[in-house]
């Protein structure tokens, strides 16, 4: 029972090192070491303690060829973070068109609502961004 405890440990401490590395992978915009990682099985939509996935901090640092290969491999499109975030109202809060569009295209629910019970189109309204407001209401 104490090697499987041990073991339970060890394959915990591993796998969580694989998905720190994997959000230190996608901040550095280091694509050869995020298709390794995944390649290695680790957990792609793995949070971190914000509750942010690998796709929202992609997001964030306008790492949109990486934000591509994390939506191509089926990652979770509507995840929340702590705050209730998706990866859409991340996207529109950098008023990211083309990555609104990606994930809109890849069915991203319109609908979520964050902490403060905000959508993705309330963001846009806020930021008075037609172009966005226009791609979130067709």
């Known amino acids: ?35 390794y990682l995944l390649n290695k099985g680790t957990d792609l939509n793995a949070k971190n303690e914000n509750g942010e ?8 640092n306008g790492n949109d060829r990486i934000a591509c290969f994390l939506v191509e491999r089926d990652v979770n499109l509507n995840a929340q973070s702590k705050a209730g975030l998706s990866p859409l ?5 950098k008023q990211d068109v083309q990555m609104v569009s990606i994930l809109l295209n890849h069915d991203a629910k319109l609908k979520l609502k964050d902490a403060a019970h905000k959508t993705a189109l309330d963001y846009a309204v806020e930021q008075n961004n037609a172009e966005i407001i226009a791609l979130l209401k067709s």
Not at 89 to 93: C, L, P, R
């Open 1 to 35: 029972m104490k090697k499987l405890i041990t073991l339970s440990v060890a394959l915990c401490l591993t796998v969580t090192s694989f998905a720190h590395d994997l959000f230190t992978a996608v901040q550095t915009n280091d694509m050869a070491a995020v298709n």
């Open 53 to 60: 996935t690998a796709l929202m901090i992609a997001i964030q």
């Open 89 to 93: 109202m991340y996207a529109v809060q």
